[in-house]
């Protein structure tokens, strides 16, 4: 059984900082590129960082960029979205999801499988 899970979500201040982790399981996780993307209320989903398979490239939405890093453990299938300086605006609901055209992409139809979801909140 396929399976994305992620934690690491909470109540944060602005300019604080969150870990997201993403655990996956139930397939071949070095084949799959995997993303973070984000919703709030009201808004569309937006993609927010993603690490290609075997983590060759990586991408930023420019709203994060400099803020936030993707990195990948590929030990223990597992890709975490360190995420600093947060501002009330990165409030939303973060999911993982990975895909298996292993190239880095922003595309969520082109995603796979998709976890359930971690609420990110940041207070003013």
């Known amino acids: 059984e396929v399976q994305l899970v992620e934690s690491g979500g909470g109540l944060v201040h602005a300019g604080g900082s969150l870990r997201l982790s993403c655990a996956a399981s139930g397939f071949t996780f070095d084949d799959y590129a995997i993303a973070w993307f984000r919703q709030a209320p009201g808004k569309e989903r937006e993609g927010v960082s993603c690490i290609s398979a075997r983590s060759i490239t990586t991408d930023y939405a420019d709203s994060v960029k400099g803020r936030f890093t993707i990195s990948s453990d590929n030990a223990k299938n597992t890709v975490y979205l360190q995420m600093n300086s947060l501002k009330p605006e990165d409030t939303a609901v973060y999911y993982c999801?990975?895909?298996?055209?292993?190239?880095?992409?922003?595309?969520?139809?082109?995603?796979?499988?998709w976890g359930q979801g971690t609420q990110v909140a940041v207070s003013s």
């Open positions: 999801a990975a895909s298996r055209t292993w190239y880095c992409n922003f595309v969520f139809y082109e995603y796979d499988y």
